[in-house]
Every structure is written in C-alpha cells, then in structure tokens.
C-alpha cells in the first residue's frame, strides 16, 4: 500500500470553522504528523465532544465520532476496550472537557488507557457565543460576566496532573514544530497522553496567547522544555530557570547576572513528578513563562492491557461460548427432574 | 417470525392452589440486618427447589448496610412460598413467621394468618429490645399474640449450648444463630440438613472452623425439633414435590438470569458482550455477574458516573461489540442524552431499567414499575425505542436473548424493564438446551465491501443500517449526534431531510412491531367478560388469582405485555373481545395512559405503590369488583 500524504487524511467535507482560528492550525500538524508516523485511516478513529474543536472528526477522512458534550473520553474508552487495535484520539475543549465533562477526563486521565486526548484550550464559550469558561482568566467581560468573572481559573495541565495523567503537554496552536512533535510523541505513548493547545478564538477571545505567540515577546513568556536540556529561554536566550536557593520551588533568573551560567540552572526531567507541577504552575504570575513542550511522561500501567488480563486470549467461538455458559449456569446447584431423576 | 425464545420453560401449567399449608407453606424469616436472614432464606429455597416443590422468594432488606440493631428499620427478612402447587408470588400472608428479635415480629406480625405458626427467638425479647421495638409490653406475656400459634424458643442460647464445646467465642457462637433457626425450620418440613451442609462446607471451605459451627448449629437445631416435646398445634409441614416439566433445573433470580442472557444473547449474534455500569441499587448484581464472566469474553467496565457507563458502552458498540449498560430509574435519567445519541447514530445498545420506587432516589430497596413513561418517551426530540419487561425472574434469561436480538438486527438501542422484585426473587429454573430453535444463532453482519457503501441507507425490512466498524478497510466514515443526510450520513441541516430522517426512525419501530409476536392470551379465554391486563413483575399476582377466578368459573382473562413498545400490532382487536379491560400496575396508572394514546379499546386502570407486589387478595379483589362474588 502507498505512504498516506497529509492531505490524504482530509475529509471532503468544507471545514467550517472561523477564517483564521488557530484549530486549522492543529489540524494542519494533526494530518502531518499521522502521516509522517505511517498512520492507517481505517485504523485511526476520532472522537469528540460538543463545541468548535469537536468539529474536528468531520473533517478528518478515519473513523470519526461527534459525540455529546463532555462524554468523549467516555466513548473513545469503550472504543477502545472493545478494539484494543484502534489508534484513539480524542478532541475536546476548555468547556467541553474541563466544565461539563470534567468527570470524564478526571478519571480518563487515572486510569491511563492508551488514547491521546487533545484540549483545544481557548479560554471561552466559541459555539454558544462567548461565555466566560472554566480556564477564562480572571474578570473577563463576557455575556454571561457583564461585570467580569469572579472564578479563578482552572489550570488543565495542573488538572492533569492532579488526576494522575502520566504524559501532559502544552503546545500553541499556530507553532507546529512544538505541536507537531508532541503529537506525535503523544501517539507512541503507552497511556492515556493529554495534550493541552493553547488555541486563539479570533471571535470572541481575540489575542489571548498573542503574549506568549508574538514574535518579538513570545520568547520572553515562553519555556520550552525538552528532557535533558537545561531551561533556557528569553529572545536572547538569556533567562532560566533554577531551583530557589534556600527554599522550596522555581526562580526566574538572568544568564550572566551574578555569574550564572546554564550549568546552574535545572535540567529538565519529564519523570520528575513534582518538577512537572511547579512547571504546570509557571506563567499564572508576571514574569513567570509558560511552559510549552512534553511536563511529565512517566510510563505506567496500561488500563486496556491490564484489564484484558483473564480474557481469553482469542476470540472464542460461538460454541465454544455456549459450552462455557452452559458450565458456568450449572457451577450453581442443580437437579434434575422427571422420570429418569434420581 | 424469528422471535427469540419466546417464553421460558418454567413452572406455568402446574396445578393452581387454593389450600395453604397443604399444597404451599408461606415462610418468612426476619430479624437484624446482620442476623444473616438473607443467608438462610435463600438456603431454605434452594433446598425446597432441590427437593423438586415449586417456589418464589421475596428478600425484603433495608437500604441501610448494617442500621442500629433491634430498630424497626433494620429489620431484614426473606419470604418464601415452597409449593407441591404452582407458587407465582411470596403469598399474602404468612403461615409462618421466624422473628428473630422483637422488632422483626412487631414489623411482620401484621402479615402472619390467623392461627399461623410464629417461631420466636426469646433470648433476644430484652425489656430493652421490646421497647426498642416499640411494644408496649412484652408481647409473648400479655396476650396480645393469643390469634397465633406461638414457639417461644431459647434460640440464642440453645445454639450457644450447641457450639460450646468448639471453643468458639460467645460472640462468634451466636452469629450462628440462624443456622439453628434454619435447622429447626428444615425439620418443620421434613427435610434433611445434607444439602445445607454440603452448601457450608464449600462455602467455608477456607475456614473448616466457622464451617464446623455452622453444621453444628444446623444440626442442633435440627435434633432439637426431633427431641424436643413440641406443643401439639405445631405440626409439620408436608409439602410434596410439584409436577414440575421434566428437565434439569436451578434456581435464578432475575439480575443472574437477566446478565447469562444477554451474554448468551450477544453470543447467539456472535458478538463480544460489553457491560458498562456504575452501582446503583438494585442493578448492581448484573454488573457484578458480568463481571465473573470473563474468563468467557465477556467485557465488564465499572465507569465514574451513569453517563460515562452507556457512552462506554455506546462506544463499544459503534467498535462492533454488544454494548449492554444496566442502572435504575435515576441512572437511567442520567443516561438520556446519550441514549438519544445512540438512537440517533442507530447504534445496538441495551438498556436495563431495574425498576424501583421513584421519583428521584426514591426507594432504593423497594420494587417498583413507574419507569414506563420515562421509557417509552424519556428524550428530547422523537426519539423512539423498544421497551421489553420480562414477567418473572425465570424469563430473564429469555429476555436477555431476544433484547440482543432486536437490538442487533434492526440497529437501535432497546430498553429492557425489569424491577427490584424480579431482580431479587429467585424461583426454579430449567436451564437452556443451546440445541433448542428457540436459541438458534442470529449472527451480525458487519460490512466490509466498499461498493456503494452508504452508512445511513437502511433496510426496508429491519430498517437498520449497515454496521461498519471501525478498522474495516474503505469503509470511514463520521457518525455523531448531529441530523444525517438519508444515505451519506453527513451532517444535514435540511428540513425535509429532518423529516425524512424522523419518520425513518419511527418506522425502525414500526419494523420492530412486525417482527414481534401477536400478542396472545396468558390465562383463561381469549374473549370474555373481564381481561386483566399486566406487565412485568404483576405477573405472578395476576397470573395467581385470574386462574384462581376461573376455577371458579369466573370469566376472567389474564394478558401479559412482554412488548410494551412498540406494542403487539393485534392487541387492539385482542382487547375488543372483553367487555372489560383492567390495568392492574405498581405505577400511577402509566400502561393505561399509553394504551389510551394508542387504541381505542377502554382501558381502566387499578394501581399501587406500595414497594412490594401486588398481593393475591388484591387482584382477586378487582376480579370480585368487576364481576360481583
């Protein structure tokens, strides 16, 4: 069979999204990348919530499933449990995961079942018309907080984390040589990979990320972590982080001020658990940057394989099937009557 | 038509009885939650089905795990009903009663007949406990019990006296107690303890010690019936074995019977079973059957909440499994919107309702049949499905099977109707023979060619469309939630595609309907004077006191609904033949409001909502109501 090119995993159908909202964007790398790692279309299957991002499977030419809102970690699971053999992902966003179906990836996330589950993270309501979510930062002036919200937001990759996830990571939408990787990382993984998207709603929550994605700031806001790499970044590679001397976290620190080299700033470790938190935490204060790349990856026990330990090994056949039933219904006490009963 | 099994071999044409204690003894055991009542009546069951008597149990616990002992409240019982008759429900009443505290006699004693036998345990009849129980005195003192036959018994002690020599704590010693009381009352009917110590000795077979005890308390309270100058009104009970069909049997209750058939069910469509589930009294022991069905490739998933549940199961099911999801009443409401998904993307699913008293929590522990509407037309938007209730815990199993059958074969989901009584009652089985036509395979094709592959193109018999898996080769495609264009399957948001699409998925039930059987006549003529119409778990009452009415020469009927929705296509012209039609359900009159949407035979409707079965008495009631004494 000939090597699938990334347009050969587009739909036919128009997609219908904003002219210039950042899920194009994903898609773009998301077609890429299932291409470059030799994905098959029949065997790949996308699932999806309720929202702008949960579109995404229409326009994807594999298997696909626009579930109902919040339930898709739910559905890819049976899915999956059902055929161990499909590559599944998932498609969610900010409300859509985190609001209405935050039980879901809670638990999706603990259990560890081999999928990637994507947040398209926009910090707004795009499809019912600009809502304030669970991730909009806070006094954001929406429809539904005329006076500016009063919630604190939730941070996903910090969700994830608490929820126990074994691979987290955060990427901007419009930046696919992060994006791109991590996705494709995300799909080798062994587990349940949650991948956060920093996605721009040009709608209603225009700019958003510009901090973190402009050109000239972008850098200065930003990390990019890669385990074994010292944390380095700023425009001028002049910034890192290290250890808090004499206490207990993170610190901002400039390059040589002081003396500092990189050999004094932390190297990055994706099994490092509680790095992996600080990590998730960094970017809520100002001056702080916002870590992008692959937080934690620590293997783990696989739910699916773990949970077809006692199955038998092939499919069994009808008869085979009916004999044991039959077995099983007379492991309980029987008799016999009529005539011929003892 | 292919029609699945269509009803269980069971007990049905045995003789019906009009003469308690000669041809069925009604049994109740009750005492403290912890006392191990459930333990011992299903043990006496199992040895009255054993011996070859027909029987029907009605466990009866409190929704507290262990509530404050000697209370009202935690009083646990089990009633069983062990005839050489047919035996369709617990009994009305009690001809005997085993009170193993004050507070299990004063909530049962209302139930015991007139001059009925009462067992009581005195060790356990403390000034305390009686007022605990709220006696004004002590009942086996003041003459309050003189309408009854009373054996006051030394219970705790004798089974103390019995286990002394084990060295057993005092403690530990009496927690055998019921093993006693069982002992005495397997003596009552003349039977042997082997079985029971059989039973124990597998039971315990880790712990030789507690399983030591407990035969010895069996057997002494066995030997203390043999020996003991009882008084002369307590005579024992001889109970024959019924005529029961030849066959091998056991005994089921309906959640083990509901869970073996949908495995046999998903089998016979050569299917993968997969149960999506999350606790909820009282569907919890299907997930827990499952479960022990692994080593047979049946797939079991405790999910986080209700709605996780059915979408696993949707799921496995759009992967090509036998999604099969089970809760109650207020799980069922939580999985709406995704049975709505499952309806509109006309994936197999099966939904099992066990039934129990609503609304809201409700009465967890108590039986109930007021899930129909919620059923029938619990959804947003048009958006139907089959209904099917099984009548009695031993067509269960049956019920299972032909749920995975219409499901499969005309691509929808299909609620099943069952309730906390049959789900916990247990009565004789005759196991399946696979050899049977009534099992014959049904098997599923998935398609795999990609010629003209439509995924939402229908058949014009079934109405279901062509089931592509995911990982079959040319065949991807998008389903979701969102209207399909006929065909395609692409997102439409055209009206007279909405309109098409609607009445495709009203003819899937109209399909259904064609496929089911006419609906026939379960007792008596199939015209007369008064026909008792009944679904579910009625149909034990029903079924007694309609062929009671007409050994009397009453012109009484029985119908029993197994399709509720879509409804027999001739049960209209059925119902004509009556000049009346009662509805007797344990809901507020839900069966007759539908039938009154849908044909125009008059219907009445008599209802209760008590958390238990109707009783004998009551029906017998309605017939007596309808056509005079």
Redesign the interface.
């Given at each position: 069979m000939t090597d699938l090119k990334p347009k050969d995993f587009a739909?036919s159908?128009d997609v219908r999204w904003c002219p210039g909202c950042g899920d194009y964007a994903v898609l773009k790398s998301l077609h890429k990348i299932l291409a470059d790692t030799g994905a098959?279309?029949?065997?790949t299957?996308c699932?999806s919530g309720?929202g702008c991002s949960s579109r995404l499977?229409?326009y994807?030419?594999?298997?696909?499933?626009?579930?109902?809102h919040g339930?898709a970690?739910?559905?890819?699971?049976?899915?999956?449990?059902?055929?161990p053999?499909?590559d599944v992902w998932v498609f969610t966003g900010d409300g859509d995961g985190l609001s209405i179906g935050g039980?879901?990836l809670?638990?999706a996330l603990r259990r560890n079942l081999d999928m990637q589950i994507v947040l398209f993270n926009n910090q707004i309501y795009g499809l019912t018309k600009g809502q304030y979510s669970p991730t909009s930062q806070k006094g954001v002036r929406t429809p539904s907080s005329p006076g500016g919200t009063i919630e604190a937001p939730l941070n996903p990759a910090r969700f994830a984390i608490g929820a126990g996830a074994k691979f987290i990571a955060r990427s901007v939408d419009t930046q696919a040589k992060v994006l791109g990787p991590i996705l494709e990382a995300a799909k080798a993984f062994e587990g349940t990979a949650f991948v956060e998207v920093l996605q721009n709603c040009v709608i209603f929550n225009d700019g958003v990320f510009d901090r973190l994605k402009d050109k000239k700031q972008g850098p200065d806001n930003t990390l990019l972590v890669e385990h074994g790499k010292p944390m380095v970044f700023g425009v001028n590679r002049d910034k890192g982080l290290r250890a808090k001397p004499g206490g207990f976290g993170l610190e901002v620190v400039t390059l040589e001020e002081g003396g500092l080299s990189e050999d004094d700033l932390l190297v990055h470790d994706e099994s490092n658990h509680a790095l992996a938190v600080a990590l998730a935490e960094l970017g809520e204060n100002e001056g702080e940057p916002t870590v992008l790349g692959i937080l934690f990856r620590e293997a783990g026990v696989e739910f699916g394989a773990a949970?077809r330990i006692?199955?038998?090994e092939n499919?069994?056949s009808?008869e085979e099937?009916?004999s044991?039933?039959?077995a099983?219904?007379?492991a309980?006490?029987?008799?016999?009557?009529?005539?011929?009963?003892a | 038509m292919q029609n699945g099994p269509e009803h269980s071999v069971s007990t049905h044409e045995l003789p019906v009885s009009q003469q308690p204690e000669v041809d069925y003894v009604r049994v109740r055991f009750a005492g403290d939650s912890g006392d191990g009542i459930q333990m011992t009546g299903t043990r006496l069951a199992?040895s009255a089905?054993?011996f070859?008597n027909d029987i029907a149990t009605f466990p009866d616990f409190p929704a507290d795990i262990r509530a404050p002992s000697g209370t009202i409240y935690g009083v646990s019982a089990y009633s069983l009903n062990i005839g050489h008759s047919e035996v369709d429900t617990f009994g009305d009443e009690t001809d005997a009663l085993v009170a193993l505290n004050p507070a299990a006699l004063r909530k049962y004693l209302e139930g015991v007949k007139q001059n009925g036998l009462l067992i009581i345990d005195m060790d356990a009849f403390t000034e305390r406990a009686i007022s605990k129980a709220g006696f004004a005195g002590n009942p086996l003192e003041d003459g309050s019990l003189t309408n009854f036959r009373v054996l006051p018994l030394e219970i705790t002690s004798n089974t103390e006296k019995a286990l002394k020599e084990t060295g057993l704590s005092a403690k530990d010693a009496r927690r055998c107690k019921n093993m006693w009381t069982l002992g005495l009352v397997l003596w009552l009917f003349e039977r042997s303890t082997a079985?029971v110590e059989h039973?124990i000795e597998q039971k315990f077979h880790k712990k030789p010690d507690v399983a030591k005890a407990n035969i010895l308390a069996l057997q002494a309270g066995h030997l203390y019936g043999e020996v003991s100058d009882l008084p002369p009104d307590v005579s024992r009970y001889r109970i024959q074995?019924a005529p029961?069909?030849?066959?091998?049997?056991?005994?089921i209750n309906g959640n083990e019977g509901m869970a073996?058939g949908l495995?046999?069910g998903a089998?016979?469509a050569?299917l993968?079973l997969?149960y999506?589930s999350y606790p909820i009294t009282p569907a919890s022991p299907l997930l827990h059957t499952v479960a022990?069905?692994?080593?047979?490739?049946a797939?079991s998933?405790q999910?986080?909440?209700e709605?996780?549940?059915v979408?696993?199961?949707?799921?496995?099911?759009?992967?090509?499994?036998l999604?099969v999801t089970g809760s109650s009443g207020p799980g069922i409401a939580l999985k709406t919107?995704?049975i709505?998904?499952a309806i509109m993307?006309e994936l197999p699913l099966v939904i099992v309702n066990v039934q129990r008293g609503g609304p809201s929590t409700g009465l967890p522990t108590k039986t109930e049949q007021s899930d129909l509407f919620q059923a029938i037309w619990g959804r947003n938007g048009d958006a139907p499905l089959p209904v099917i209730a099984p009548a009695h815990p031993g067509e269960c199993f049956d019920i299972g099977v032909e749920a995975a059958k219409l499901a499969t074969r005309h691509m929808t989901p299909l609620m099943v109707l069952s309730d906390g009584y049959i789900a916990n009652a247990s009565a004789p089985w005759k196991?399946?023979d696979?050899s049977d036509p009534a099992y014959a395979?049904f098997?599923v094709t998935q398609v795999s060619n990609p010629e003209g592959f439509q995924p939402f193109c229908h058949d014009e018999e079934t109405m279901a469309r062509p089931w592509a898996?995911?990982?079959?080769?040319?065949?991807?495609?998008?389903?979701?939630?969102?209207e399909k264009q006929a065909g395609s399957g692409?997102?439409s948001y055209d009206g007279e595609n909405h309109q098409l699409m609607t009445e495709i998925r009203a003819r899937k039930l109209e399909a259904v309907a064609n496929s089911i059987p006419l609906q026939h006549v379960e007792s008596g003529k199939s015209t007369g004077k008064l026909a008792l119409l009944g679904w579910g778990s009625s149909w034990g009452p029903i079924r007694v006191a309609a062929r009671r009415a007409e050994l009397d020469g009453k012109s009484v009927s029985h119908i029993h609904l197994r399709h509720l929705w879509p409804l027999p296509p001739n049960l209209e012209e059925l119902l004509s033949g009556f000049d009346r039609v009662i509805i007797p359900e344990m809901n507020n009159g839900q069966l007759a409001t539908v039938l009154r949407s849908q044909i125009s035979t008059p219907v009445e409707s008599v209802t209760s909502v008590k958390g238990r079965p109707f009783l004998v008495r009551e029906i017998a009631q309605i017939i007596e109501d309808a056509l005079g004494a």
């Open positions: 739909s159908l098959k279309l029949e065997d299957l699932v309720i499977p229409y994807m030419a594999t298997y696909g499933f626009h579930t109902i339930r970690p739910a559905i890819a699971s049976g899915a999956k449990l059902a055929n053999d499909l039980n879901h809670l638990h949970s006692g199955l038998p499919k069994l009808m099937k009916l044991r039933l039959s099983t219904l007379r309980s006490e029987t008799w016999d009557v009529g005539e011929d009963a | 199992e089905a054993r070859g079985d039973w074995p029961l069909m030849e066959g091998e049997y056991r005994s073996y495995y046999a089998t016979l050569d993968e997969f999506g022990k069905l692994k080593e047979l490739g797939i998933f999910a986080e909440d709605i996780a549940a979408c696993a199961a949707i799921g496995a099911s759009y992967a090509g499994h999604g919107e995704a709505g998904l993307t196991l399946p696979f395979p098997p898996v995911p990982g079959t080769p040319e065949l991807m495609h998008r389903i979701g939630g969102l692409n997102i």
